[in-house]
C-alpha cells in the first residue's frame, strides 16, 4: 500500500500556512488490511479509518457516485484497484486535490499548484456539483484565502450559480450548513464569505433575509454607505478586524434583518426596524440550528441596537430596563457582546470607522452603577419576594440617575 497527505496539509504547506490538520489516502489497500495494521475504522461502512497511535485520518481512495439529493445521497467505491489521480478528480477544488509521499513529492494532476499560484479557487471537474456544501465551502476558502488574493474562478462561480439555481441547497441539512458558516465567520474576511454567496445566487437560497438588505437604502447622513446590505458587509469586516468571537459576528450579520421589511414608500427610513426584524432573525436561527448563545445575542442585537447608539440620550428608566432585558448582573459577558456587536455596527459605516464610540463605556459604567447596587441592606430592612425585587429596581434607578447626573456634569 502506498501512503498519501492529501488536501488542506498539501495546500496550506505550499502556500506556508501552519498546517493543523493531515488527512492521508491510503492507495492499494483493503478494509481488512488497515484493520490488520490496528487502524480503527471511524463508521460503521464508510472506509475512513484514524491511526492507532495519533488520530489522523487515513481514507482509502475511493471513487463517488451521487445516487439522490441531499449528503445522503451518495454511494461510493474503495478497492485497492482505485488510483490515486480517481480519488482526487472527486475532489471540490483543485487546490485541494493535491497529494505528496513522504519525501513531498508531489502528484498534482489537475494543476492545483498552478492555481495556487495564480490564487484561483477552481473547481476540478464537474464532480463539483455532487455536494452542494461545496458551493458554501468555496465561499469560505474565499473569506479565508482573500487577503492573499484568492478569487473565484468565473466557471467555478457559474457552477456554484447552476447548483443555488437548482435548489440543491435546500437539501443541505443544518448542522453542515452551519459548520461551514460559523467557521467562515471565524475568518480574517467573513464579508467575503457573504459576497461570493451572493455573486452566485446562494444567499438568496440560504439567507433571503440577508440578500434582501443589497438594494435598499438607508439616510445617507447616518450611512454614507447608503446600501444596507453593503453595511452589513462592513459591519462584518469591522467584526473580524476587532477580533469580535462568533456570537457578535453572527449578530452582525443579523443585526438589520428588518430593514428589508420596509415598505419602499417610507425608503430610506426604517421606523420600527428593531421589531420587525425579530421574527426574521428568529427564522435565521432555526434554520441553521445556530447554537444557543449566537441566537440569544442576535436578537438582542436586533432589538436593542438603536438603544445603544442613542445610550447618552436614554432616561435613568430606560437604560434600567435596557440592563433588566440582559440580566446584566448575571450575564455581564453577554451585555459586553452587545456593546461590541453595536460599536462594530457603528463602525461599519462608510468613512466612520474610525470615529469613536462613547456609547461603550457609558453604558459599561452603567452596567457596573447598576451592579453595585447591594442586596444586604435591603434584606436588612425585612425586604424579600417580589417586594426584593422592586426595592432593587427602585435602588438601582436611583444610582443610574446618579451615574446619569455625573456622567453629564
Ligand atoms: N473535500 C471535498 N468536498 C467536501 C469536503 C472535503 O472535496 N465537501 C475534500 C477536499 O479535497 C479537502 C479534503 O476533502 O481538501 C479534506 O476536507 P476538510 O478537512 O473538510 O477540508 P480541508 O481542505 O482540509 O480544509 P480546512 O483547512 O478548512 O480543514
Known sequence: MQIFKVGGAVRDRLLGIPVTDVDRV???????????????????DFPVFLHP??????????????SGRGYGGFTFHASPGV???EDLIRRDLTINAMAEDDQQNLTDPYHGQRDLEARIL????????????????????????????????????????QLSESGELQALTAERSWKEISRALMED????????LRDCGALKELMPEVDALFGVPQPEVHHPEIDTGLHTLSVLEQSALHKQPLTVRWACLLHDLGKGLTPEEEWPRHIAHEHTGLKL???????????????????????????????????ASTLLELLQSFDVYRR????????????????????????????????RGAAQAAREVAVQPLL??????????????????????????????
Not at 497511535?53 to 451521487?66: D, F, Q
Not at 474576511?189 to 461570493?196: L, S
Not at 462594530?344 to 461603550?360: N, T
Not at 424579600?384 to 446619569?404: H, I, S, T
Open 189 to 196: 474576511q467573513p464579508q467575503v464569505f457573504i459576497q461570493v
Open 122 to 161: 477552481r473547481h476540478v471537474s464537474p464532480a463539483f456539483a455532487e455536494d452542494p456544501l461545496r458551493v458554501l465551502r468555496v465561499a469560505r476558502f474565499a473569506a479565508r484565502y482573500a487577503s492573499l488574493g484568492f478569487t473565484v474562478a468565473p466557471e467555478t462561480l457559474k457552477l456554484m450559480r
Open 332 to 363: 455581564p459577558q453577554r451585555f459586553e457582546e452587545f456593546i461590541g456587536a453595536c460599536e462594530m455596527d457603528a463602525r461599519g459605516r462608510k468613512g466612520l470607522e474610525q470615529r469613536s464610540y462613547p456609547q461603550a463605556d457609558y453604558l
Open 83 to 85: 488510483t490515486l489521480e
Open 53 to 66: 497511535k495519533t488520530g489522523e485520518e487515513y481514507a482509502l481512495a475511493r471513487t463517488e457516485r451521487k
Open 281 to 315: 432573525i428568529k427564522a435565521v436561527n432555526e434554520r441553521f440550528k445556530a447554537p444557543k448563545d449566537c441566537q440569544e445575542l442576535a436578537l438582542l442585537v436586533g432589538k436593542y441596537h438603536t438603544h445603544c447608539h442613542r445610550a447618552l440620550e436614554l432616561k
Open 380 to 409: 436588612e430592612k425585612g425586604f424579600k419576594g417580589p417586594e426584593l425585587g422592586e426595592a432593587l429596581k427602585r435602588e438601582r434607578l436611583k444610582a443610574l440617575k446618579a451615574y446619569k447626573d455625573k456622567a453629564s456634569a
Open 26 to 44: 491510503v492507495v492499494g489497500a483493503t478494509t481488512e488490511e488497515m484493520l490488520a495494521q490496528g487502524f480503527r475504522p471511524v463508521g460503521a
